[in-house]
């Protein structure tokens, strides 16, 4: 193909040099960029000619609606010869532009691309002032070297919805956090010590009868006892007594109950959006066979629970795209970044540019294995030996639990094998065994055979005034007929050598 092409030639060549120039070149090649904003799309087309000259095409700019997003599919489709489509990833704004590209370009849909700005940045080098059409520009020359470009995943719409509620649960419980904090403080600013359990419904009501009217926190929990002992469930609310006991008789002012009264319901209304969060995601996980199969299996990993599971499932998405299992575990932010140069190495700090999601509930996970502190699994023998044996500080220790437990998340989604969590143990020890036969013929283990490698005669000598009568005689006696064996031997060695002697005089 062959089409009239603008070149564009630079700042400081003569004022003859700047005219634009056509002409009829063929083309081998379109690198289409595009710079993404909330309001507005600029695209810029380069191309690459059969003498690898790269040279611009030409750039316009849409708005970023959905009539504008069509004219700008309606105007790229003249550029069909062998194009690669590359923009960056800007919030949500790129994802219209992608998944429109993808639907109009069906036959080009592994040509379009969608890259981490920083990834993008740390490969172009422009010189000069930073605009809208030097960033499409830039982008548009870099989706003709196809083989440095390392696309984000996206996934499907309703992949991206998924993972939306999901992070929504997360933000809304760092806020469930900040209520907590929030309610505690103002207890606080009065001299009330007592620690209300706000992760309890005891907690939750006896808090909402203390702040409901002016009275004492000896009251309130007065109250609210007679209400339990109607229903016969006041055993756990018996326990706290000694301590409302001690800071029953403070009385709230009325501008902090209103702020306790205030916070308390932004706080219930924000537990009760997570359960509902949680609520819809877990029915549609379970629908989905695939889905539901891998959340069943991983709910089996020691120090998994639900949220943990449900984040992973929701963050990691297409796992088939990472080629082994050392770029899963990158993906999964719980690998220290490796500083090398010629003879020397280094290990510094977590890559925080990789998933946050991911590599907060897996070292929450680790957490709770090493404070468990029982080894009955793989995990948590290997948590133990991390943070007891090796003595490794907490944070490190949880970290190479995290660690551990993403390749134990490869192996399932990969469908390596069925996952038991005595796997390792079972396989140690079944080496162990096989070793012990192999070498001393015997499955025995050398402490039901140390008695007999041990040699007690120097112990008799040694400890003798520690044996009894009897002993001492049978020890005695047993040593003369040592003696008596040893000297009677020795004579007939004796008579032996006499008898060889002679006759080899004779």
Known sequence: ???????????????????????????????????????????????????????????HCFKHDSIGIKEMCTFLEK???????????????????????????????????AMNPLLVHNRICDLGNKNDKADARSLSKLALYREIIRPSYIGTKEFFALRDIMRSYHRNQSQITMFRNRIHRHLCTVNQKFKFDLSTEWGLKLLDFYCSKSWSLFEAYNFFHDKLSKLKKTKVLCRQK????????????????FLLQFDLLRLLSAQEANSTLLVKIDNYIIQDQTLKL?????????????????????????YSRFANISSFV???????????????????????????????????????????????????????HQRFRRNLPFKKASLKVANKMAHKIYQILNGMNNYSMTYELEKRKRNKIKNRI???????????????????????????????????????????????????????????CDNNEKEEDM
């Open 294 to 318: 891998l959340y069943e299996q991983l709910l089996l990993v020691p120090g998994f629970g639900v949220i943990t599971v449900l984040t992973l499932l929701t963050e990691i998405g297409d």
């Open 438 to 496: 192999h070498k001393k013929g015997s499955a025995l283990e050398s402490v039901y055979t140390r008695a007999l490698r041990r040699d007690i005669k120097d112990f008799f000598v040694s400890h003798s005034q520690l044996l009894n009568s009897t002993s001492k005689y049978h020890l005695v006696s047993g040593f003369k007929r040592l003696l008596s064996k040893s000297q009677f031997l020795d004579n007939n060695n004796c008579k032996d």
């Open 79 to 113: 550029y069909d010869n062998n194009p690669t489509f590359l923009m960056e990833c800007t919030g949500v704004y790129h994802l219209s532009v992608f998944h429109a590209l993808m639907e109009h370009f069906p036959q080009f849909k592994s040509n379009v691309y």
């Open 242 to 257: 000694q301590e409302i006991e001690r800071n029953g008789g403070v009385i709230l002012p009325n501008k902090t109950r």
């Open 330 to 384: 990158k993906f999964c932010g719980v690998v220290p970044k490796i500083d090398e140069s010629g003879g020397y190495r280094k290990h510094s700090k977590l890559n925080r540019f990789t998933n946050k999601y991911i590599r907060y509930v897996l070292s929450q996970a680790g957490g709770r294995l090493i404070n468990k502190k029982q080894r009955d699994t793989d995990l948590s023998e290997y948590a133990y």
């Open 1 to 59: 193909m062959s089409i009239k092409v603008k070149k564009h030639y630079s700042r400081q060549s003569s004022p003859q040099q700047n005219l634009i120039k056509t002409s009829d070149l063929p083309i081998v090649a379109y690198g289409i960029g595009f710079d993404v904003h909330k309001d507005s799309v600029v695209v810029c087309i380069s191309a690459q000619l059969q003498t690898s000259e790269i040279i611009e095409v030409k750039h």
